[in-house]
């Protein structure tokens, strides 16, 4: 099969596309998509329990703990240890953190009205119900591997 008639190739070739123009985006302001996405995930009243954001973007805990240092370094975030368990930490953001947040929140509602603007309603509909199918599948089979079973060869 060639690549371009691949599902995966149009998927991680759309999304190099979108991450370039992020980047080019977020760099304007000293930021990066990735360090856009996590400030997006911190709930900028409440704080959010270190645990829940990397499943939310899907980052690993060891690449979302790098992260967390740097941005604690740069005094866009800090974290509170609950008294009580110490265990369990919460991100808050700083005044700073969440200037920074509202600038990727911008870049993401522009892009997406632009994409509003140019493709219709119905076609965005169904875009939405295949990826999301596609999700399901792929979490169907990541569930697999995770139970030591191989692909199974589709007919």
Same mark, same amino acid.
């Given at each position: 099969?060639?690549?371009?008639?691949? %599902?995966?190739?149009?998927?991680?070739?759309?999304?190099?596309? %979108?991450?370039?123009?992020?980047?080019?985006?977020?760099?304007?302001?000293?930021?990066?998509?990735?360090? @856009?996405?996590?400030?997006?995930?911190?709930?900028?009243?409440?704080?959010?329990?270190?645990?829940?954001?990397?499943?939310?973007? @899907?980052?690993?805990?060891?690449?979302?703990?790098?992260?967390?240092?740097?941005?604690?370094?740069?005094?866009? %975030?800090?974290?509170?240890?609950?008294?009580?368990?110490?265990?369990?930490?919460?991100?808050?953001?700083?005044?700073?953190?969440?200037?920074?947040?509202?600038?990727?929140?911008?870049?993401?509602?522009?892009?997406?009205?632009?994409?509003?603007?140019?493709?219709?309603?119905?076609?965005?509909?169904?875009?939405?119900?295949?990826?999301?199918?596609?999700?399901?599948?792929?979490?169907?089979?990541?569930?697999?591997?995770?139970?030591?079973?191989?692909?199974?060869?589709?007919?």
């Amino acid at each position: 099969m060639r690549k371009e008639k691949t %599902i995966d190739f149009h998927l991680k070739w759309a999304w190099h596309a %979108i991450s370039r123009m992020y980047n080019a985006y977020a760099s304007q302001y000293d930021i990066t998509m990735a360090i @856009g996405y996590v400030l997006l995930n911190i709930d900028s009243e409440k704080g959010t329990p270190a645990t829940k954001i990397g499943p939310s973007i @899907g980052m690993e805990p060891r690449s979302l703990t790098r992260m967390l240092k740097t941005l604690e370094e740069k005094g866009w %975030i800090y974290r509170e240890t609950d008294a009580d368990d110490k265990r369990f930490v919460k991100v808050y953001l700083t005044e700073e953190g969440k200037r920074k947040r509202n600038f990727a929140r911008e870049g993401v509602i522009i892009f997406n009205k632009k994409i509003q603007e140019v493709i219709p309603a119905d076609k965005l509909a169904v875009f939405f119900e295949v990826i999301k199918e596609i999700n399901s599948l792929v979490d169907e089979e990541n569930s697999k591997v995770k139970d030591n079973i191989i692909f199974e060869i589709m007919d």
